[in-house]
């Protein structure tokens, strides 16, 4: 099991630029959420699917934000445009909902905007 | 809503002291619980669960035991060593329409040698 991917690693990007964070979940997992995680705010809940279907999308900061799951193996968080106060990192995990699964984790994306 | 909440840090130990992370819960159903480790540079990782009321979740030498009384499941560790420094999230679901995953603001534990 190849666990929860995301890219990239890190990305430095300057403001006002589109950013767009990718992520692949665990197959055969249904449920797909995005957090975001900094210091002063801790680890926040952007948006979250079922099925590809967005759920739960009251985290997300603004307009400026924006996720889309076209299908069950891919996900995508943009930011058009972007601004330091959106630096952080940002992580992707999934569950399988149905059978009380916790969730998976993938290892971030560190975001800076300068 | 419902909500997690755990004791504030940082918490810092010497190497073989006990351990004890507190942890309460509102919720407005029959959650499952979990403590969630996270490691510099690295997403949370699971360290243990429970679904049901007085299970106890163990691993690598953590315990926590569901009390639906106290509404409570706290981390405990008999002897904890440098590499058990990390952050712990309490956390808890439901399944509602989806799951609805709730995390607590986190502990900072450093373990000194």
């Known amino acids: 099991d190849a666990g929860v991917i995301q890219s990239p690693r890190h990305e430095v990007t300057e403001m006002g630029q589109e950013v767009t964070l990718r992520c692949k979940p665990i197959?055969?997992?249904?449920?797909l959420f995005w957090y975001r995680q900094t210091m002063m705010r801790g680890l926040e809940l952007l948006i979250y699917?079922?099925?590809?279907?967005?759920?739960?999308d009251s985290g997300m900061p603004e307009d400026r934000f924006s996720a889309k799951m076209p299908n069950a193996s891919f996900s995508t968080l943009k930011i058009q445009p972007s601004e330091p106060r959106d630096s952080a990192v940002y992580f992707c995990?999934?569950?399988?909902?149905?059978?009380?699964?916790?969730?998976?984790f993938g290892n971030g994306t560190r975001l800076t905007v300068t | 809503g419902n909500s997690v909440t755990q004791m504030e840090g940082p918490v810092t130990l010497s190497e073989e002291a006990f351990l004890t992370i507190n942890c309460t819960y509102t919720?407005?159903?029959?959650?499952?619980l979990f403590w969630y480790v996270q490691y510099p540079g690295e997403g949370l990782q699971l360290l243990l669960k429970?679904?049901?009321?007085?299970d106890k979740g163990s691993n690598k030498g953590f315990e926590a035991t569901y009390r639906k009384e106290t509404t409570s499941f706290h981390l405990e560790k008999g002897s904890v060593q440098v590499s058990d420094s990390a952050v712990y999230f309490c956390?808890?679901?439901?399944?509602?329409?989806?799951?609805?995953?709730?995390f607590g603001p986190g502990t900072r534990l450093s373990v000194l040698p």
């Open positions: 995990a999934s569950s399988l909902t149905g059978t009380n699964s916790p969730l998976h």
């Open positions: 197959s055969g997992h249904n449920s």
């Open positions: 699917f079922n099925n590809n279907v967005p759920i739960d």
């Open positions: 919720a407005t159903g029959y959650p499952s």
């Open positions: 429970a679904t049901k009321a007085d």
């Open positions: 956390a808890l679901s439901e399944e509602n329409y989806g799951q609805n995953f709730v």
